[in-house]
């Protein structure tokens, strides 16, 4: 019998042979061997299925129910549907990587030795498929995952049994369609892990994707089972085409230069095409209703590999047919389509504008902007600028009155907004002609601006001016100057902020900066009104920014910043512009942008001038920690343009290196507060409720900030320094960094990206272990006095000893002794200890329980005769002793340690004769006789109280951060 409760590694495992034996000897002692049943080792490993141990999980599969599938003398087949049961058991449960894996070996043993299995976990697996059942939310993403896996490890390992069964393999099929349109949705990770498992099935068997093919065109592709038409079509037009060699299609065939397999794999792949591009055709662009983003992402494959004729003769005449027939449920579709595919559109773009013009002035806004996005789609795959002039010109037309007089200002905007989008087209190489066209465009604008009065269209015409200014080359109209400053003098807080936006846009063309030169002194004093006024912060930013680009290309204008003394305004102790407080206080995305911009231009083009201020460290400091703060910022884009800045730092100076690296450790400790302040915002404290909330939003995070210790410290240049790769270190093993139970993951990642790069920080750390020992130990490390750092040593230490355990162990050890600061400890007598651990109101050489005795002096001497009748208290002389005092209440000391005088009053109870009742009204009558006697205090009394003052005077001295002399070392959990 198996024992139940017994651990998984002592589930008893299948009958193993004791020696190697031959062929035929082994088959023979097979069929001699006795069946085991496997119905109680799946009862045992039912009971431990649920563990919250991954070593339990682990163990359950791969020692018990995975030794007995290596054994023939098992009884499989009759515990078949038990053990696919089982299998589906871990399907919501088993979310991490090592438990999936020992699943998926036990999944894969099945299927190679019992067709039972087979037939029940494709049961099993179509049912669940089906009825995924109640699944939270955070795990539904994997459990689809791990189904669509699964089935992908069923066809691989018994595809050919399958196929030849028709109506499974085709519920087989329909199962998988579901699940992969389903990930097509997902977040981008878990659909590339989606397409990764079928594209890796189709690639490990290739019969099967004929199968497949043929399933498909049998059976109507509907919106819901679109997802199959991505891998396959992956297979089939980037795998299999590939075989052909240099010559492909037809062409190679006709030249002879393919072989029959390479032909016959074009074949198919041109058969999948056609099917695709017909499918694409009727399943997306002529749906009557509006067709899922997921379904246009199905054929991105096919959209990428499009060529002219197919294009022209197929998919171009159905969408711009669809377009005008129902613009609403095909635009994001035909967006989809331009973005996609990688033809020259010059062509086509200016017969799809006339529609898409007339849904950029649609009352609805999601309409206009989804028109907008097709217009800039469709532009930026123009390289003609024919093409961008002939369709700037019906623009410039409609807002003209050619169809219709634009009343709504929403209209304008519109088709400004069209305009500014024509401004994306691309222009390979030196075209001489797109220069031209940007300055009309430009010349245009600047001209609209003057006829219009709406802010919302002046903001527009603005935004649209800059992007086209940004392509005019050395061509920029002659007024842009004039315009630009007359707009910042005279403009009010939106339209001048309009205004700086603009020339941010534009001052991508260095030519544009120069012409703008006479506009400095209009920004150095909007720059001075940012710093003076908080409400004009942001426009100080942008003026600041432009100022600095500016100055870069022109000497004069440096001169100018230092003659206003800009720097020394602005760079002053606490930085208006350039500290991290400005962040959560601008929340736009381009305005970020240009925050960021402005760190990058101050620090790589002004550092002289950054350098010889007063306050030059803390302005370098204060700038690198604005950089790295954005770095964890929420918007993706942002910490995409943090990243390549932090990357441009790295290629041009070695010390910014080291000063952003001195950013991250000084960004981490207000994070540390932040993160106390989110957990007693979160508990059950009373002072919860007035915790502000914000702190919880601001704190990143530990993705974002593995990410950005990896773009500060991934460089080489940190690996060859053994100091910088020990702080780094600290910082990888970090609470807020590395997150969740494993402290190392982003040192390995650190560790694999200085490998890529051929650095080998293993052999820096062991050339100075003495170093590493210091700093791991030192006030940045073990003895700091934040425990969040102190526990980030004790992670890296550990790291530290399994990358080079042998030099590092003795130095480590060494400090460890140094760092203990055991001296006061050392120092404390048996008698100061006694002290210490003496309760209070006690005296350290007091050993027993005080029980207060009155005793009465009997013999009381009183004065006689005629002393007592003339008075005698008023007499001075001293012949006499005065009259005894009436005697006090003493203190009697029963020599009976305080546990066992408890223990034997308990045991012993009320005397005889005397109830506990009486001997209460005893003690009540002594107590009452000894309040009554009053008096002061016996000499005896008054030494004792001297003496506890005095010891009481000793714990108050005592440092308050020291700990009991009997408590364990500091360090003992090293």
């Given amino acids: 019998m198996v024992d139940a409760s017994a651990p998984a590694s002592e589930v008893p495992a299948a009958s193993e042979p004791v020696h190697k034996e031959s062929g035929s000897e082994a088959e023979a002692n097979a069929e001699a061997l006795p069946v085991i049943d496997m119905v109680p080792i799946l009862e045992l490993a039912e009971a431990r299925v649920c563990s919250c141990s991954v070593k339990d999980r682990v163990g359950v599969f791969d020692a018990s129910i995975s030794s007995a599938l290596d054994s023939k003398a098992v009884d499989v087949a009759s515990a078949a549907p038990r053990l696919a049961s ?7 449960i088993y979310v991490d990587r090592r438990s999936q894996a020992s699943v998926e070996r036990v999944i894969v043993k099945a299927l190679k030795r019992e067709t039972a299995f087979v037939k029940a976990f494709a049961g099993a697996l179509v049912q669940a498929c089906a009825k995924p059942g109640s699944v939270s939310a955070s795990v ?38 579901t699940l992969l349109t389903v990930a097509l949705g997902d977040e981008p990770r878990m659909k590339r892990a989606s397409l990764h498992a079928v594209n890796e099935m189709l690639g490990t068997v290739p019969s099967l994707a004929r199968a497949y093919l043929a399933e498909v065109k049998s059976t109507p592709v509907t919106l819901t089972t679109v997802g199959i038409a991505h891998p396959l079509l992956t297979y089939f037009l980037e795998t299999k085409a590939g075989e052909a060699g240099g010559a492909t299609g037809a062409e190679g065939v006709a030249n002879g230069t393919a072989g029959d397999g390479a032909a016959a794999a074009l074949d198919i792949a041109s058969e999948a095409k056609t099917f695709f591009l017909e499918t694409y055709s009727k399943l997306v662009l002529t749906s009557r209703e509006r067709p899922p983003h997921v379904a246009s992402e199905a054929f991105a494959p096919l959209l990428q590999a499009v060529r002219h004729d197919d294009f022209k003769g197929a998919l171009f005449p159905t969408a711009a047919k669809m377009l005008k027939r129902n613009p609403e449920l095909i635009m994001d579709a035909v967006g989809y389509l331009l973005s996609t595919v990688t033809l020259d559109l010059s062509a086509y773009a200016p017969e799809l504008l006339p529609t898409l013009a007339l849904q950029a002035r649609h009352q609805n806004a999601a309409t206009r902007e989804e028109a907008i996005a097709v217009v800039a789609a469709a532009a930026k795959q123009c390289s003609d600028s024919d093409s961008i002039r002939t369709m700037f010109a019906y623009l410039k037309g409609v807002l003209a009155g050619k169809e219709g007089k634009l009343t709504s200002a929403y209209q304008k905007v519109g088709v400004y907004q069209a305009l500014r989008a024509l401004s994306s087209f691309s222009a390979p190489g030196p075209n001489a002609m797109a220069p031209a066209v940007a300055a009309d465009v430009a010349e245009f604008l600047m001209g609209a601006y003057a006829g219009d009065t709406n802010e919302e269209v002046l903001a527009s015409i603005l935004s649209a001016l800059g992007e086209w200014l940004a392509r005019t080359a050395r061509q920029a109209p002659a007024a842009t100057s004039a315009f630009v400053t007359a707009r910042l003098a005279k403009e009010k807080e939106t339209l001048r902020r309009c205004t700086l936006r603009c020339l941010r846009l534009a001052f991508r063309n260095p030519h544009v900066r120069e012409k703008l030169v006479p506009c400095v002194d209009a920004l150095v004093t909007l720059v001075k009104s940012g710093v003076s006024k908080p409400t004009m912060r942001l426009d100080g930013v942008y003026a600041l920014l432009l100022a600095a680009s500016v100055a870069a290309l022109d000497l004069g204008s440096e001169e100018k910043l230092g003659k206003e003394k800009v720097w020394q305004l602005v760079l002053q102790g606490d930085p208006p512009f350039l500290s991290t407080s400005i962040v959560p206080k601008v929340t736009a995305e381009e305005d970020l942008l240009a925050l960021l911009e402005l760190v990058e231009v101050v620090l790589l083009h002004h550092s002289a001038s950054v350098s010889s201020g007063h306050a030059a460290a803390v302005s370098t400091n204060e700038l690198c920690r604005l950089a790295v703060h954005l770095l964890w910022h929420p918007l993706s884009s942002v910490r995409k343009a943090a990243h390549t800045m932090v990357a441009r730092f790295h290629a041009i100076s070695p010390l910014l290196s080291d000063s952003l690296l001195d950013a991250l450790s000084l960004s981490l400790p207000p994070l540390e507060d932040l993160a106390a302040a989110a957990a007693i915002s979160t508990g059950d404290a009373p002072e919860a409720a007035a915790s502000p909330e914000a702190a919880v939003d ?53 560790i694999r990206a200085w490998q890529r790069r051929a650095y080998e920080v293993a052999a820096t750390l062991a050339a100075e272990p003495v170093v590493v020992a210091k700093i791991l130990t030192g006030p940045v490390g073990l003895a700091s006095s934040r425990p969040d750092q102190a526990d980030a040593a004790i992670a890296a230490i550990q790291s530290a000893m399994r990358l080079i355990p042998s030099e590092f162990f003795q130095p480590l050890v060494t400090e460890l002794e140094a760092v203990g600061q055991r001296k006061e400890h050392d120092a404390l007598t048996e008698s100061e200890i006694k002290i210490f651990n003496t309760p209070e109101g006690m005296l350290s050489a007091e050993d027993g329980v005080y029980v207060a005795a009155v005793v009465r002096d009997k013999n009381v001497r009183q004065s006689r005769g005629k002393l007592k009748l003339y008075g005698a208290e008023l007499d001075d002389d001293d012949d006499e002793e005065p009259p005894s005092k009436p005697a006090l209440p003493l203190l009697r000391l029963r020599r009976k340690p305080l546990v066992q005088h408890q223990q034997h009053a308990l045991q012993q109870g009320p005397r005889p004769g005397q109830g506990g009742d009486r001997q209460e009204r005893r003690g009540q009558a002594r107590r009452k006789e000894a309040s009554s006697s009053g008096g002061g205090k016996t000499a005896k009394e008054e030494a004792r109280e001297a003496l506890l003052l005095e010891e009481e005077g000793y714990l108050s001295l005592w440092p308050p951060s020291s700990i009991s002399p009997f408590a364990p070392h500091p360090l003992a959990s090293l």
């Fill in 698 to 750: 601001r704190l990143p995070p530990p993705q974002l900030l593995g990410q950005a210790l990896l773009v500060v410290a991934g460089t080489g240049a940190v690996a060859e320094r053994v100091g910088v790769a020990a702080r780094v270190m600290l910082l990888a093993h970090h609470k807020l960094v590395a997150g969740g139970r494993r402290r190392d993951v982003v040192w390995q990642e650190l």
């Fill in 86 to 92: 089982l299998i589906f058991q871990t399907l919501p």
């Fill in 140 to 177: 539904a993403g994997l459990v689809r995952y791990k189904l669509l896996k699964w089935s992908c490890l069923l066809l691989r390992e018994r595809g050919d049994a399958i196929v030849g069964v028709r109506a499974a393999f085709s519920r087989l099929v329909v199962a998988q369609e």
